[in-house]
């Protein structure tokens, strides 16, 4: 069954207030480190490149590298450098 945009933005703004009015009652996600983390690449020359990061490895077939991480937001900064890093081109 399809909704009508109004009454979709209707349901989408009400239930929008209701998680913001309820958002000191949920706890965030923890985890307990250390993090065993591993990366598809697309190509191997991104594997290259971040290979270069210390405490990065290459593991399994040729776009996949792996980390360990001590929590979330130091595998958050991991995660965000190997996306900049697979930004570039080789020349």
Do not use: N, W
Not at 29 to 41: C, I, R, S, Y
Not at 62 to 84: K, P, S
């Amino acid at each position: 069954m399809a909704l009508h945009p109004q009454e979709a933005r209707e349901r989408l703004r009400h239930a929008a207030a209701e998680a913001i009015a309820r958002r000191a009652s949920i706890a965030p996600v923890t985890m307990a480190g250390p993090l065993d983390v591993e990366v598809d690449l697309y190509g191997p020359y991104m594997v290259d490149l971040a290979i270069l990061v210390p405490g990065v490895a290459r593991v399994g077939g040729g776009r996949t590298v792996a980390f360990r991480a001590t929590d979330v937001a130091e595998t958050y900064r991991l995660v965000q450098l190997l996306v900049q890093l697979a930004s570039i081109k080789p020349g």
